[in-house]
C-alpha cells in the first residue's frame, strides 16, 4: 500500500531502525525492491533520482511507481531523490509522489534556505513532505551519478556543520535531513571513514529523521551505529545496480543469451541483494 514517508519514517523510529530507499530507474530494479520488500515483510521507500531522467524519464516512471506501491502488501514510500529543479519537485508532487526531496546543496546557505521554505510551503499545503541535504554527499569516480563532488574537498562544505543543521531546520521545518558525515555515492575508493558522533551531535539539536546518502559499502557495524545514532533512511542502490550485473560474470557461457535471460537473472541478483541491505538495516 503506498503510504507517506511520514508514516514510513515512524514506524523506523518506533523500531529503532531506518528504512532502505532504493532507485528504481527500470522496471527490473522496481519489482526487484518491491519482492524483496513483501518477502521480507518490511516497508521501503522506491525512488527516482532526477539524475536518473536519461535512464527512464520521471514522467513514465513516476505513475509505474505509484502504480506498484499501491498494488504492494508491504507499506510504500514513492519519493523524488535528488531534485534539483522546481520543475522538477513540482512534477513528482502533481504525479502524486508521497515525499520529495529538494536538493539545494549546490547553492549557498541562504539561496537553499529560500528555494526549501518555497518547497515545503508547496508540499505541505498537499500532504507531502520533503527531505533536505545539508552539506554535500561527494560522488566518488565509479557511479553512483545522484551527487557531485565540491571542487575543494574540505571539512567545512562536505561535512554537515551541526549549527547550520539546526539554523536551516528552524527556518525550513523539512521533514527528514540528509546528512553529509563521510559516505559519498557509488563504489568507494578507500574505506567510508563515518564520523558518528556528528550523526548525534545533528539528532540531538535537530529531532527529526536523518537520513544516510551513499549507503552502499557500508559496514554492517556502521549502518548498526549509524541507526542507533538517528539515521533513519537509507539511500542505496550502486552495490544493488552491480550485483544486477555482476551475475553475467558467473555464466559458464554467453553463447545464447538473450535480453530476457539477463531482465529476468538481473532482477533476481538485484533483489537478493536488496533483501540483504533490509536485513541490515532493520538489524535481522
Ligand atoms: P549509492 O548509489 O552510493 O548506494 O547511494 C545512493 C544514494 O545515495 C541515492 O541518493
Known amino acids: 500500500m503506498k503510504v507517506s514517508l511520514n508514516e514510513i519514517l515512524q514506524i523506523a523510529e518506533n523500531k529503532n531502525i531506518a528504512i532502505g530507499a532504493f532507485n528504481v530507474p527500470n522496471l527490473e530494479s522496481l519489482m526487484a525492491v518491491i519482492e524483496a520488500a513483501e518477502e521480507t515483510n518490511s516497508p521501503v521507500i522506491i525512488q527516482h533520482a532526477e539524475v536518473h531522467n536519461h535512464l527512464i524519464p520521471l514522467e513514465i516512471i513516476g505513475p509505474i511507481m505509484i502504480d506498484f506501491a499501491h498494488r504492494a502488501k508491504v507499506p510504500v514510500a514513492v519519493h523524488l531523490d535528488h531534485g534539483t529543479s522546481f520543475n522538477t519537485c513540482t512534477k513528482a508532487m502533481q504525479m502524486g509522489f508521497s515525499s520529495i526531496m529538494y536538493d539545494g546543496s549546490a547553492h549557498n546557505m541562504n539561496d537553499n534556505i529560500k528555494n526549501t521554505q518555497e518547497i515545503v510551503k508547496i508540499a505541505h499545503s498537499l500532504g507531502i513532505q520533503v527531505e533536505a541535504e545539508l552539506g554535500s554527499i561527494a560522488t566518488s569516480s565509479i557511479g553512483g551519478g545522484e551527487g557531485r563532488t565540491p571542487k575543494s574537498l574540505t571539512p567545512e562544505n562536505l561535512y554537515t556543520q551541526p549549527k547550520d543543521a539546526f539554523d536551516f531546520y528552524i527556518q525550513t521545518k523539512v521533514d527528514a535531513l540528509a546528512i553529509s558525515f563521510g559516505t559519498v555515492h557509488g563504489v568507494y575508493l578507500t574505506e567510508p571513514q ?91
Not at 205 to 211: A, G, S, T
Not at 237 to 261: C, P, V
Open 194 to 284: 563515518l564520523n558518528l558522533n556528528l550523526v548525534q551531535e545533528v539528532k540531538q539539536l535537530v529531532n527529526i529523521p536523518l537520513v544516510m546518502h551513499g549507503g552502499s559499502g557500508v559496514s554492517e557495524k556502521d549502518y548498526h551505529l549509524s541507526i542507533t545514532n538517528g539515521i533513519r533512511k537509507i539511500n542505496y542502490y550502486t552495490y544493488m545496480n552491480r550485483a544486477g550485473a555482476n551475475f553475467i560474470k558467473d555464466l559458464d557461457t554467453h553463447d545464447n543469451l538473450f535480453f530476457d535471460d539477463i531482465s529476468i537473472q538481473g532482477k533476481e541478483s538485484m533483489k537478493k541483494n536488496v533483501i540483504k541491505a533490509i536485513n541490515m538495516f532493520s538489524k535481522k
